[in-house]
């Protein structure tokens, strides 16, 4: 740059030179309309309208002329500046306008593409607690023990002391297997598995034995004719009430969480004498809370039933019942699935739906 012109000599500064001025623009002009990319425009309009361009450089030796100069010279620059930006910013324009239709392009979705990702699908809940309850039990010593869904009429009433005349054996409950007296019945209970086990071994007897039962009930909110049951059955010499008692402890202790206990309430089975009720401690508000909406504010939710064998029932299997005694529970899988889990409707267990499965998890 030239310093100050003190003696108004009216020299023209080599930058200010008309000539150089217009082909610093026409070769801004060139670069600006050869640049393809934001970023190219980005760089080259630095180099043509930065501080040290050439116009820019032009600009700064405005000051350096005599004053009768600087009006014509400083209009020069001027225009060729404004020129150059005009140009600039006309191409970024252009420029941008390429690349949002580029993008428009690009990222486009075909919202009418038949998506074929598979999903994972989900374990059904029945069956995931249903291993859970075996895993549990095979962990205290017990074995797994299965029977047959079509079940003979005297393994699921008779040898378990339900006489003909037992409430339990009329229509409204039972789904008979035609012809009639054909003797066989969808079993109403796993029970009738106690009896074949007891046929089938001597004690000491461990055994869960988990299944899907039958009843004649219409599918609704609350009941549905096809569920599941697991049955416990302990045979041996010197099996007391407290066995039974214990032994449901440390299975809902497990299965509901560490803390919950049970309670056993006085009932009638006619396989099991004495018998009752298994109430679990609620797991919600474990008694204190009188407006509990899971436990209705009892603090305990009824789980099944049990007792001690019913002597009838060791005969009929062929144990000796003077020197072997046992215990016996049997629990509703779908009851406990609803309370556990707040499901309230048995139309969500049964129809299978991915959905209401895959809420319960991926566990294998
Ligand atoms: N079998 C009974 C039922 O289905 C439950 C039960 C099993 C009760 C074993 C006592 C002992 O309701």
């Given at each position: 740059?030239?310093?100050?012109?003190?003696?108004?000599?009216?020299?023209?500064?080599?930058?200010?030179?008309?000539?150089?001025?217009?082909?610093?623009?026409?070769?801004?002009?060139?670069?600006?309309?050869?640049?393809?990319?934001?970023?190219?425009l980005k760089a080259l309009r630095a180099a043509h309208q930065g501080d040290r361009s050439p116009?820019?450089?032009?600009?700064?030796?405005?000051?350096?002329?005599?004053?009768?100069?600087?009006?014509?010279?400083?209009?020069?620059?001027?225009?060729?500046?404004?020129?150059?930006?005009?140009?600039?910013?006309?191409?970024?324009?252009?420029?941008?306008?390429?690349?949002?239709?580029?993008?428009?392009?690009?990222?486009?979705?075909?919202?009418?593409?038949?998506?074929?990702?598979?999903?994972?699908?989900?374990?059904?809940?029945?069956?995931?607690?249903?291993?859970?309850?075996?895993?549990?039990?095979?962990?205290?010593?017990?074995?797994?023990?299965?029977?047959?869904?079509?079940?003979?009429?005297?393994?699921?009433?008779?040898?378990?002391?339900?006489?003909?005349?037992?409430?339990?054996?009329?229509?409204?409950?039972?789904?008979?297997?035609?012809?009639?007296?054909?003797?066989?019945?969808?079993?109403?209970?796993?029970?009738?598995?106690?009896?074949?086990?007891?046929?089938?071994?001597?004690?000491?007897?461990?055994?869960?034995?988990?299944?899907?039962?039958?009843?004649?009930?219409?599918?609704?909110?609350?009941?549905?004719?096809?569920?599941?049951?697991?049955?416990?059955?302990?045979?041996?010499?010197?099996?007391?009430?407290?066995?039974?008692?214990?032994?449901?402890?440390?299975?809902?202790?497990?299965?509901?969480?560490?803390?919950?206990?049970?309670?056993?309430?006085?009932?009638?089975?006619?396989?099991?004498?004495?018998?009752?009720?298994?109430?679990?401690?609620?797991?919600?508000?474990?008694?204190?809370?009188?407006?509990?909406?899971?436990?209705?504010?009892?603090?305990?939710?009824?789980?099944?039933?049990?007792?001690?064998?019913?002597r009838r029932v060791l005969s009929a299997a062929g144990i000796d019942p003077d020197r072997y005694?046992?215990?016996?529970?049997?629990?509703?899988?779908?009851?406990?699935?609803?309370?556990?889990?707040?499901?309230?409707?048995?139309?969500?267990?049964?129809?299978?739906?991915?959905?209401?499965?895959?809420?319960?998890?991926?566990?294998?």
């Amino acid at each position: 740059m030239s310093g100050p012109n003190k003696n108004y000599d009216p020299v023209e500064v080599a930058a200010l030179d008309p000539e150089a001025i217009d082909q610093a623009v026409a070769s801004a002009l060139a670069a600006a309309s050869a640049a393809t990319t934001l970023d190219e425009l980005k760089a080259l309009r630095a180099a043509h309208q930065g501080d040290r361009s050439p116009l820019a450089l032009a600009n700064r030796e405005i000051g350096a002329l005599p004053p009768s100069a600087k009006a014509e010279a400083g209009k020069r620059v001027g225009q060729a500046r404004g020129r150059v930006g005009q140009a600039f910013t006309a191409r970024q324009a252009e420029l941008e306008a390429e690349r949002d239709e580029r993008i428009l392009v690009e990222e486009t979705l075909d919202l009418t593409v038949v998506d074929d990702a598979r999903p994972i699908g989900a374990r059904h809940p029945i069956s995931l607690i249903t291993e859970r309850v075996e895993d549990i039990f095979v962990a205290m010593g017990w074995e797994i023990a299965e029977g047959p869904e079509v079940e003979a009429e005297w393994l699921n009433f008779d040898a378990l002391n339900l006489g003909p005349d037992h409430p339990a054996r009329q229509m409204q409950d039972t789904l008979f297997v035609a012809p009639e007296g054909s003797g066989l019945v969808l079993r109403t209970h796993t029970s009738p598995v106690q009896v074949r086990t007891m046929l089938d071994r001597e004690p000491p007897i461990y055994v869960l034995c988990p299944g899907k039962v039958f009843r004649s009930d219409p599918l609704d909110a609350t009941h549905t004719p096809v569920f599941h049951q697991f049955e416990g059955l302990v045979v041996d010499e010197g099996i007391t009430m407290a066995h039974l008692k214990g032994s449901l402890d440390a299975f809902v202790a497990r299965l509901f969480g560490e803390g919950t206990v049970t309670r056993l309430r006085p009932s009638y089975f006619p396989f099991t004498e004495p018998s009752a009720e298994i109430d679990v401690r609620c797991w919600i508000c474990s008694g204190e809370d009188d407006n509990c909406r899971t436990c209705g504010g009892t603090g305990w939710i009824e789980v099944g039933g049990s007792g001690m064998v019913n002597r009838r029932v060791l005969s009929a299997a062929g144990i000796d019942p003077d020197r072997y005694t046992g215990f016996a529970f049997g629990l509703g899988i779908e009851r406990s699935l609803m309370l556990r889990h707040g499901v309230a409707d048995m139309h969500d267990i049964v129809e299978g739906d991915v959905r209401f499965s895959a809420q319960f998890g991926m566990e294998i």
